[in-house]
Protein backbone atom coordinates (compact mmCIF):
# COMPACT_ATOMS: atom_id res chain seq x y z
CA UNK A 1 0.00 0.00 0.00
CA UNK A 2 3.09 2.63 0.72
CA UNK A 3 4.51 1.74 -2.31
CA UNK A 4 1.61 2.21 -4.09
CA UNK A 5 0.63 6.13 -2.86
CA UNK A 6 4.47 6.59 -3.12
CA UNK A 7 4.77 5.61 -6.80
CA UNK A 8 1.13 8.19 -6.95
CA UNK A 9 2.93 11.17 -5.39
CA UNK A 10 6.22 10.87 -6.98
CA UNK A 11 4.84 10.83 -10.39
CA UNK A 12 2.76 13.73 -9.45
CA UNK A 13 -0.55 12.36 -9.52
CA UNK A 14 -2.34 14.33 -7.48
CA UNK A 15 -5.51 15.75 -8.30
CA UNK A 16 -3.78 19.22 -9.35
CA UNK A 17 -1.82 17.49 -11.96
CA UNK A 18 -3.32 14.12 -12.57
CA UNK A 19 -5.68 15.80 -15.25
CA UNK A 20 -3.06 15.83 -18.33
CA UNK A 21 -1.90 12.25 -17.80
CA UNK A 22 -4.99 11.41 -19.82
CA UNK A 23 -3.98 13.35 -22.14
CA UNK A 24 -0.33 12.31 -22.45
CA UNK A 25 -1.56 8.12 -22.87
CA UNK A 26 0.04 6.43 -25.47
CA UNK A 27 -1.61 6.87 -28.82
CA UNK A 28 -2.85 2.83 -29.24
CA UNK A 29 -3.71 2.36 -25.23
CA UNK A 30 -7.31 1.87 -24.48
CA UNK A 31 -8.90 4.66 -23.34
CA UNK A 32 -7.94 5.72 -19.70
CA UNK A 33 -9.94 4.90 -16.82
CA UNK A 34 -9.42 6.78 -13.65
CA UNK A 35 -9.11 4.94 -9.53
CA UNK A 36 -10.08 7.65 -6.55
CA UNK A 37 -8.21 7.04 -3.52
CA UNK A 38 -10.06 7.97 -0.04
CA UNK A 39 -7.15 10.11 0.76
CA UNK A 40 -7.79 12.26 -2.28
CA UNK A 41 -5.32 11.07 -4.67
CA UNK A 42 -6.34 9.85 -8.33
CA UNK A 43 -4.70 7.84 -11.03
CA UNK A 44 -5.05 7.02 -14.41
CA UNK A 45 -4.85 3.96 -16.03
CA UNK A 46 -6.30 0.38 -16.67
CA UNK A 47 -7.87 -1.89 -14.23
CA UNK A 48 -6.90 -5.13 -14.70
CA UNK A 49 -8.76 -7.29 -12.04
CA UNK A 50 -10.62 -7.31 -8.79
CA UNK A 51 -9.83 -10.69 -6.63
CA UNK A 52 -11.83 -12.26 -3.90
CA UNK A 53 -9.09 -11.21 -1.08
CA UNK A 54 -10.07 -7.64 -2.09
CA UNK A 55 -7.39 -6.64 -4.39
CA UNK A 56 -7.36 -4.26 -7.16
CA UNK A 57 -4.87 -4.58 -9.58
CA UNK A 58 -4.14 -1.72 -11.79
CA UNK A 59 -1.55 -1.27 -14.82
CA UNK A 60 -0.17 2.51 -15.44
CA UNK A 61 1.71 3.05 -18.97
CA UNK A 62 5.28 4.58 -16.22
CA UNK A 63 5.52 0.94 -14.27
CA UNK A 64 6.30 -2.15 -15.67
CA UNK A 65 4.70 -4.61 -13.48
CA UNK A 66 1.40 -4.33 -12.55
CA UNK A 67 0.12 -1.91 -8.96
CA UNK A 68 -2.11 -3.96 -6.06
CA UNK A 69 -4.02 -1.83 -4.02
CA UNK A 70 -6.70 -2.79 -1.51
CA UNK A 71 -9.97 -1.95 -1.74
CA UNK A 72 -10.80 -0.16 1.14
CA UNK A 73 -8.25 2.25 0.37
CA UNK A 74 -9.95 2.85 -2.99
CA UNK A 75 -13.47 4.95 -3.05
CA UNK A 76 -14.27 4.67 -6.65
CA UNK A 77 -13.05 3.62 -10.25
CA UNK A 78 -14.07 5.47 -13.67
CA UNK A 79 -13.96 2.81 -16.20
CA UNK A 80 -15.71 4.88 -18.76
CA UNK A 81 -18.16 4.47 -21.72
CA UNK A 82 -18.14 1.31 -23.77
CA UNK A 83 -20.71 1.15 -27.02
CA UNK A 84 -23.84 -0.07 -25.89
CA UNK A 85 -25.92 -3.19 -27.74
CA UNK A 86 -28.94 -1.16 -29.31
CA UNK A 87 -32.66 -1.57 -28.04
CA UNK A 88 -34.43 -3.79 -30.42
CA UNK A 89 -37.55 -4.90 -27.94
CA UNK A 90 -40.65 -2.93 -27.32
CA UNK A 91 -40.41 -5.08 -24.01
CA UNK A 92 -37.06 -3.12 -22.83
CA UNK A 93 -38.23 -1.88 -19.31
CA UNK A 94 -36.65 -0.62 -15.68
CA UNK A 95 -36.45 -2.22 -12.89
CA UNK A 96 -36.37 -0.64 -9.61
CA UNK A 97 -35.94 -2.52 -6.65
CA UNK A 98 -36.77 -1.89 -2.95
CA UNK A 99 -33.45 -1.03 -2.15
CA UNK A 100 -32.92 1.47 -5.35
CA UNK A 101 -30.92 -0.43 -7.05
CA UNK A 102 -32.19 -0.22 -11.04
CA UNK A 103 -31.84 -2.92 -13.77
CA UNK A 104 -32.88 -2.64 -17.52
CA UNK A 105 -33.89 -5.80 -19.79
CA UNK A 106 -36.50 -7.15 -21.99
CA UNK A 107 -39.61 -8.26 -19.53
CA UNK A 108 -40.13 -11.87 -20.45
CA UNK A 109 -42.69 -12.83 -18.16
CA UNK A 110 -44.57 -11.75 -14.74
CA UNK A 111 -46.06 -13.26 -12.07
CA UNK A 112 -47.26 -13.38 -8.25
CA UNK A 113 -43.80 -14.75 -7.19
CA UNK A 114 -41.31 -13.34 -9.88
CA UNK A 115 -40.32 -10.68 -12.37
CA UNK A 116 -37.64 -12.03 -15.15
CA UNK A 117 -35.86 -9.79 -17.36
CA UNK A 118 -33.59 -10.70 -20.55
CA UNK A 119 -30.48 -9.26 -20.60
CA UNK A 120 -27.60 -8.84 -23.40
CA UNK A 121 -24.61 -8.16 -19.82
CA UNK A 122 -25.83 -11.45 -17.80
CA UNK A 123 -28.33 -13.59 -19.42
CA UNK A 124 -31.65 -14.39 -17.91
CA UNK A 125 -32.29 -12.36 -14.50
CA UNK A 126 -34.97 -13.61 -12.02
CA UNK A 127 -36.09 -10.87 -9.45
CA UNK A 128 -38.83 -12.14 -6.50
CA UNK A 129 -41.41 -9.92 -7.10
CA UNK A 130 -41.39 -8.76 -3.49
CA UNK A 131 -37.97 -7.00 -4.37
CA UNK A 132 -39.22 -5.43 -7.01
CA UNK A 133 -40.57 -1.45 -6.05
CA UNK A 134 -41.44 -0.65 -9.86
CA UNK A 135 -40.98 -1.39 -13.70
CA UNK A 136 -40.84 1.51 -16.47
CA UNK A 137 -41.27 0.80 -19.81
CA UNK A 138 -38.19 2.14 -22.13
CA UNK A 139 -39.77 0.93 -25.23
CA UNK A 140 -37.49 0.79 -28.20
CA UNK A 141 -33.35 2.54 -28.06
CA UNK A 142 -33.74 6.12 -29.12
CA UNK A 143 -32.07 6.88 -32.81
CA UNK A 144 -28.72 7.96 -32.59
CA UNK A 145 -27.93 11.27 -33.96
CA UNK A 146 -24.42 11.82 -33.14
CA UNK A 147 -21.82 9.46 -30.77
CA UNK A 148 -18.62 10.79 -30.10
CA UNK A 149 -15.91 11.84 -30.23
CA UNK A 150 -13.76 10.22 -32.71
CA UNK A 151 -11.69 12.85 -33.76
CA UNK A 152 -11.21 16.37 -35.20
CA UNK A 153 -12.87 15.98 -38.24
CA UNK A 154 -16.49 16.95 -39.45
CA UNK A 155 -16.02 19.89 -36.26
CA UNK A 156 -15.28 23.55 -36.62
CA UNK A 157 -12.33 25.20 -34.23
CA UNK A 158 -13.67 28.62 -33.65
CA UNK A 159 -11.94 31.78 -34.10
CA UNK A 160 -11.27 33.38 -31.32
CA UNK A 161 -13.66 36.48 -30.24
CA UNK A 162 -11.42 38.59 -28.64
CA UNK A 163 -9.27 41.12 -30.52
CA UNK A 164 -5.91 40.68 -31.07
CA UNK A 165 -6.24 36.82 -29.36
CA UNK A 166 -5.11 33.51 -31.07
CA UNK A 167 -7.68 31.11 -30.82
CA UNK A 168 -7.16 28.35 -28.48
CA UNK A 169 -8.56 24.95 -29.70
CA UNK A 170 -9.52 21.93 -28.39
CA UNK A 171 -7.85 18.83 -28.74
CA UNK A 172 -8.45 15.34 -29.39
CA UNK A 173 -7.21 12.40 -26.98
CA UNK A 174 -8.20 9.00 -26.13
CA UNK A 175 -12.11 9.47 -26.78
CA UNK A 176 -12.15 12.71 -25.50
CA UNK A 177 -12.11 16.74 -26.21
CA UNK A 178 -9.67 18.54 -24.04
CA UNK A 179 -8.28 22.07 -23.73
CA UNK A 180 -6.59 24.38 -21.29
CA UNK A 181 -7.83 27.52 -22.34
CA UNK A 182 -10.62 29.25 -23.61
CA UNK A 183 -11.43 27.26 -26.97
CA UNK A 184 -14.68 26.31 -29.22
CA UNK A 185 -15.26 23.51 -31.51
CA UNK A 186 -18.88 22.86 -32.73
CA UNK A 187 -20.67 20.42 -35.62
CA UNK A 188 -23.55 20.79 -37.26
CA UNK A 189 -25.17 17.02 -35.85
CA UNK A 190 -28.78 17.70 -37.64
CA UNK A 191 -30.36 18.32 -34.11
CA UNK A 192 -34.16 17.27 -34.17
CA UNK A 193 -36.85 18.84 -33.01
CA UNK A 194 -37.00 16.54 -29.92
CA UNK A 195 -33.42 15.81 -28.62
CA UNK A 196 -31.43 14.38 -25.90
CA UNK A 197 -27.58 15.46 -25.53
CA UNK A 198 -25.87 13.80 -23.19
CA UNK A 199 -21.80 13.89 -22.01
CA UNK A 200 -19.34 13.52 -19.56
CA UNK A 201 -17.46 16.53 -17.70
CA UNK A 202 -14.14 16.87 -16.02
CA UNK A 203 -12.40 20.24 -15.09
CA UNK A 204 -9.78 21.04 -12.70
CA UNK A 205 -10.53 24.03 -10.18
CA UNK A 206 -13.76 25.91 -11.48
CA UNK A 207 -15.41 25.60 -14.78
CA UNK A 208 -17.07 28.00 -17.19
CA UNK A 209 -18.76 26.23 -20.30
CA UNK A 210 -21.29 27.39 -22.80
CA UNK A 211 -22.56 24.97 -24.98
CA UNK A 212 -24.95 26.26 -27.50
CA UNK A 213 -27.87 24.59 -28.69
CA UNK A 214 -29.77 24.41 -32.60
CA UNK A 215 -27.52 27.07 -34.03
CA UNK A 216 -26.49 27.13 -37.53
CA UNK A 217 -22.89 29.45 -36.71
CA UNK A 218 -20.36 27.16 -36.12
CA UNK A 219 -17.94 30.34 -34.73
CA UNK A 220 -18.64 31.73 -31.14
CA UNK A 221 -20.73 34.94 -31.12
CA UNK A 222 -20.28 37.78 -29.10
CA UNK A 223 -23.66 38.03 -27.20
CA UNK A 224 -23.13 41.70 -25.77
CA UNK A 225 -22.34 42.42 -29.31
CA UNK A 226 -24.34 40.43 -31.91
CA UNK A 227 -24.95 43.22 -34.22
CA UNK A 228 -21.76 43.23 -35.45
CA UNK A 229 -21.85 39.54 -35.73
CA UNK A 230 -22.05 38.00 -39.20
CA UNK A 231 -26.24 37.44 -39.78
CA UNK A 232 -26.85 34.38 -37.54
CA UNK A 233 -30.28 32.23 -36.82
CA UNK A 234 -31.79 32.55 -33.45
CA UNK A 235 -29.91 29.77 -30.93
CA UNK A 236 -29.89 29.11 -26.87
CA UNK A 237 -27.09 29.57 -25.19
CA UNK A 238 -27.01 27.30 -22.21
CA UNK A 239 -23.72 28.27 -19.63
CA UNK A 240 -22.90 26.73 -16.91
CA UNK A 241 -19.86 26.81 -14.30
CA UNK A 242 -18.82 25.77 -11.14
CA UNK A 243 -21.85 27.56 -9.46
CA UNK A 244 -24.85 27.98 -11.46
CA UNK A 245 -26.06 27.45 -14.53
CA UNK A 246 -27.97 29.79 -16.98
CA UNK A 247 -30.28 29.64 -20.95
CA UNK A 248 -29.82 32.66 -22.91
CA UNK A 249 -31.79 33.07 -26.12
CA UNK A 250 -29.95 34.74 -28.27
CA UNK A 251 -30.54 36.87 -31.55
CA UNK A 252 -28.76 38.55 -34.41
CA UNK A 253 -29.16 42.68 -33.73
CA UNK A 254 -30.99 42.02 -30.33
CA UNK A 255 -28.54 40.79 -27.82
CA UNK A 256 -29.05 38.41 -25.43
CA UNK A 257 -32.40 37.38 -23.56
CA UNK A 258 -32.02 35.53 -20.13
CA UNK A 259 -34.59 32.98 -19.64
CA UNK A 260 -33.62 32.25 -15.76
CA UNK A 261 -30.83 30.81 -13.83
CA UNK A 262 -29.90 28.52 -11.00
CA UNK A 263 -27.38 28.06 -8.40
CA UNK A 264 -26.03 24.49 -8.45
CA UNK A 265 -24.31 23.72 -5.31
CA UNK A 266 -23.12 20.06 -6.10
CA UNK A 267 -20.61 21.54 -8.42
CA UNK A 268 -18.25 23.36 -6.14
CA UNK A 269 -18.13 19.56 -4.45
CA UNK A 270 -16.55 17.73 -7.21
CA UNK A 271 -14.81 17.57 -10.27
CA UNK A 272 -16.74 16.11 -12.80
CA UNK A 273 -20.39 15.53 -13.96
CA UNK A 274 -22.24 13.51 -15.90
CA UNK A 275 -24.62 15.97 -18.17
CA UNK A 276 -27.79 15.94 -19.94
CA UNK A 277 -29.87 18.61 -21.86
CA UNK A 278 -33.12 17.63 -23.44
CA UNK A 279 -34.51 20.10 -25.47
CA UNK A 280 -38.57 20.17 -26.76
CA UNK A 281 -39.75 22.42 -29.32
CA UNK A 282 -43.36 20.86 -29.18
CA UNK A 283 -43.06 21.58 -25.04
CA UNK A 284 -41.08 24.98 -25.46
CA UNK A 285 -38.58 23.37 -22.98
CA UNK A 286 -34.91 23.12 -22.20
CA UNK A 287 -34.29 20.69 -19.29
CA UNK A 288 -30.46 20.31 -17.74
CA UNK A 289 -29.66 16.88 -15.73
CA UNK A 290 -26.53 16.70 -13.49
CA UNK A 291 -25.56 13.18 -12.77
CA UNK A 292 -29.20 11.64 -13.22
CA UNK A 293 -30.79 14.41 -11.46
CA UNK A 294 -33.18 17.32 -12.49
CA UNK A 295 -30.90 20.72 -11.78
CA UNK A 296 -33.44 22.99 -14.06
CA UNK A 297 -35.81 23.51 -16.26
CA UNK A 298 -36.44 26.46 -18.76
CA UNK A 299 -40.04 27.38 -20.63
CA UNK A 300 -39.68 29.75 -23.36
CA UNK A 301 -43.47 31.07 -23.41
CA UNK A 302 -42.90 32.96 -26.20
CA UNK A 303 -42.29 29.74 -28.36
CA UNK A 304 -39.31 27.61 -29.17
CA UNK A 305 -36.11 30.00 -30.43
CA UNK A 306 -33.53 27.59 -31.71
CA UNK A 307 -33.74 27.82 -35.71
CA UNK A 308 -30.69 25.66 -36.69
CA UNK A 309 -29.71 22.38 -36.08
CA UNK A 310 -26.11 22.47 -34.61
CA UNK A 311 -24.38 22.40 -31.52
CA UNK A 312 -21.07 24.39 -29.88
CA UNK A 313 -18.72 23.90 -27.17
CA UNK A 314 -17.20 26.54 -25.64
CA UNK A 315 -14.66 26.53 -22.92
CA UNK A 316 -14.70 29.42 -21.01
CA UNK A 317 -12.29 29.38 -18.39
CA UNK A 318 -9.13 29.08 -17.35
CA UNK A 319 -8.27 25.96 -16.30
CA UNK A 320 -8.19 22.26 -18.44
CA UNK A 321 -11.72 20.60 -18.97
CA UNK A 322 -12.12 17.23 -20.66
CA UNK A 323 -15.31 16.31 -22.53
CA UNK A 324 -16.16 12.93 -23.40
CA UNK A 325 -18.92 10.20 -24.47
CA UNK A 326 -20.84 12.58 -26.43
CA UNK A 327 -24.47 11.58 -27.25
CA UNK A 328 -26.83 12.86 -29.41
CA UNK A 329 -30.20 11.27 -29.87
CA UNK A 330 -33.76 11.86 -30.67
CA UNK A 331 -36.39 12.07 -27.72
CA UNK A 332 -39.74 11.14 -27.16
CA UNK A 333 -40.44 14.05 -24.97
CA UNK A 334 -40.76 12.24 -22.06
CA UNK A 335 -38.72 13.50 -18.41
CA UNK A 336 -37.84 10.37 -16.13
CA UNK A 337 -39.47 11.27 -13.04
CA UNK A 338 -37.59 11.52 -9.34
CA UNK A 339 -37.71 7.90 -7.96
CA UNK A 340 -40.19 8.51 -4.56
CA UNK A 341 -39.06 6.98 -1.86
CA UNK A 342 -40.97 3.46 -1.68
CA UNK A 343 -43.92 3.84 0.83
CA UNK A 344 -44.91 1.22 3.37
CA UNK A 345 -47.79 -1.32 3.71
CA UNK A 346 -49.14 0.30 0.24
CA UNK A 347 -51.73 -2.92 -0.50
CA UNK A 348 -52.20 -1.75 -4.16
CA UNK A 349 -50.75 -2.33 -7.27
CA UNK A 350 -50.82 0.92 -9.31
CA UNK A 351 -50.26 1.04 -13.01
CA UNK A 352 -49.96 4.55 -14.19
CA UNK A 353 -50.81 5.23 -18.31
CA UNK A 354 -49.25 7.49 -20.39
CA UNK A 355 -52.09 9.85 -20.68
CA UNK A 356 -51.65 10.27 -17.07
CA UNK A 357 -54.71 8.01 -15.81
CA UNK A 358 -54.04 5.20 -13.43
CA UNK A 359 -55.46 1.70 -12.24
CA UNK A 360 -55.56 0.68 -8.58
CA UNK A 361 -55.26 -3.27 -8.14
CA UNK A 362 -53.07 -6.21 -9.06
CA UNK A 363 -50.34 -6.83 -11.73
CA UNK A 364 -51.13 -10.51 -12.53
CA UNK A 365 -48.95 -11.55 -15.53
CA UNK A 366 -47.43 -10.18 -18.61
CA UNK A 367 -47.91 -11.96 -22.38
CA UNK A 368 -47.46 -10.91 -25.87
CA UNK A 369 -46.27 -7.54 -25.09
CA UNK A 370 -49.67 -6.75 -22.79
CA UNK A 371 -50.19 -6.74 -18.87
CA UNK A 372 -53.32 -8.23 -17.56
CA UNK A 373 -54.14 -5.82 -14.65
CA UNK A 374 -56.61 -6.98 -12.04
CA UNK A 375 -58.91 -3.75 -11.10
CA UNK A 376 -61.63 -3.98 -8.20
CA UNK A 377 -64.50 -4.00 -11.23
CA UNK A 378 -62.67 -6.66 -13.69
CA UNK A 379 -59.77 -7.87 -15.34
CA UNK A 380 -58.09 -5.12 -17.99
CA UNK A 381 -55.08 -5.81 -20.67
CA UNK A 382 -53.10 -2.96 -20.94
CA UNK A 383 -50.26 -3.05 -23.86
CA UNK A 384 -47.16 -2.01 -22.35
CA UNK A 385 -46.55 0.99 -24.99
CA UNK A 386 -48.96 2.55 -23.04
CA UNK A 387 -48.23 2.28 -19.56
CA UNK A 388 -45.64 4.56 -17.95
CA UNK A 389 -44.71 3.02 -15.30
CA UNK A 390 -45.90 -0.02 -12.58
CA UNK A 391 -45.44 0.76 -9.18
CA UNK A 392 -45.83 -2.90 -7.03
CA UNK A 393 -47.70 -2.80 -3.24
CA UNK A 394 -45.24 -3.07 -0.56
CA UNK A 395 -47.32 -4.49 2.42
CA UNK A 396 -45.40 -8.04 1.24
CA UNK A 397 -42.07 -6.74 0.30
CA UNK A 398 -39.07 -8.73 0.86
CA UNK A 399 -36.33 -6.37 2.43
CA UNK A 400 -33.43 -7.53 -0.27
CA UNK A 401 -30.33 -8.99 1.82
CA UNK A 402 -27.29 -6.76 2.98
CA UNK A 403 -24.25 -8.37 1.79
CA UNK A 404 -21.32 -6.84 3.80
CA UNK A 405 -19.02 -5.04 2.14
CA UNK A 406 -21.03 -4.69 -1.27
CA UNK A 407 -19.73 -2.14 -3.57
CA UNK A 408 -22.27 -0.51 -6.12
CA UNK A 409 -21.86 -0.75 -10.03
CA UNK A 410 -23.46 1.60 -11.98
CA UNK A 411 -24.45 0.39 -15.65
CA UNK A 412 -23.07 2.47 -18.84
CA UNK A 413 -26.82 3.08 -19.90
CA UNK A 414 -28.71 4.12 -16.72
CA UNK A 415 -29.42 1.80 -13.41
CA UNK A 416 -26.91 0.23 -10.82
CA UNK A 417 -26.26 -2.67 -8.80
CA UNK A 418 -25.44 -3.29 -4.63
CA UNK A 419 -22.86 -6.49 -5.73
CA UNK A 420 -20.17 -8.09 -3.42
CA UNK A 421 -17.68 -8.54 -5.91
CA UNK A 422 -15.81 -11.77 -6.24
CA UNK A 423 -13.97 -11.32 -9.14
CA UNK A 424 -13.05 -8.66 -12.41
CA UNK A 425 -11.49 -9.24 -15.43
CA UNK A 426 -11.56 -7.59 -18.96
CA UNK A 427 -13.73 -10.27 -19.81
CA UNK A 428 -15.91 -11.07 -17.10
CA UNK A 429 -17.40 -10.12 -13.53
CA UNK A 430 -18.70 -12.50 -11.23
CA UNK A 431 -20.56 -11.07 -7.94
CA UNK A 432 -22.98 -12.27 -5.77
CA UNK A 433 -26.55 -10.58 -5.37
CA UNK A 434 -28.83 -10.53 -2.25
CA UNK A 435 -31.24 -10.35 -5.35
CA UNK A 436 -29.85 -12.82 -7.81
CA UNK A 437 -27.76 -15.18 -5.74
CA UNK A 438 -24.34 -15.36 -7.42
CA UNK A 439 -24.24 -13.99 -10.96
CA UNK A 440 -22.23 -13.14 -14.16
CA UNK A 441 -21.72 -10.30 -15.63
CA UNK A 442 -20.05 -8.89 -19.02
CA UNK A 443 -17.61 -6.13 -17.74
CA UNK A 444 -18.01 -3.50 -21.06
CA UNK A 445 -22.13 -3.16 -19.01
CA UNK A 446 -20.67 -1.00 -16.22
CA UNK A 447 -19.07 2.35 -16.13
CA UNK A 448 -18.21 2.79 -12.42
CA UNK A 449 -17.28 1.29 -9.20
CA UNK A 450 -18.06 2.81 -6.13
CA UNK A 451 -16.84 0.62 -3.16
CA UNK A 452 -18.20 0.60 0.46
CA UNK A 453 -16.68 2.76 3.12
Known amino acids: MNRAFSFARTRGLRLAGAFWLACAWAAGASTPQTIYFRNGDLLFGQLESITPTNSLRWRHPDSAAAIDFQTRAVTEVQLGSAPQPATASPAYCLARLTNGDELAGNL ?8 VLATWYAGTLTLPRGQVASLRPLGLAPQVVFEGPTGLDGWTMGKSVLVGAVASHWQYQNGAFVASQPASIARDVKLPANASLEFDLAW ?3 FALAVALYTDSLHPVRLAQTADEAPFCPFYSLQLNSYSTQLLHVKHQEGARQAGMAVIP ?3 QTNQARVAIKC ?8 LFLNGVLAKQWHDPAGFGGEGTGIRLVHQGQGPIRLANL ?9 EEQAAPVAANVQDDVCRLVNRDALAGTAKSFRDGRLTFATADRPVEVPLARIAQVDFATAN ?4 PAEAGAAQVFFAGRGRLTLSLEGWTEKLVTARSGTFGRVEFVPQAFS ?5 P
Open 204 to 206: RGS
Open 448 to 452: RIVFA
Open 108 to 115: LSLDDKQL
Open 327 to 335: RVTEWDGRL
Open 266 to 268: MLQ
Open 397 to 400: NQPV
Open 280 to 287: SREQKTIT
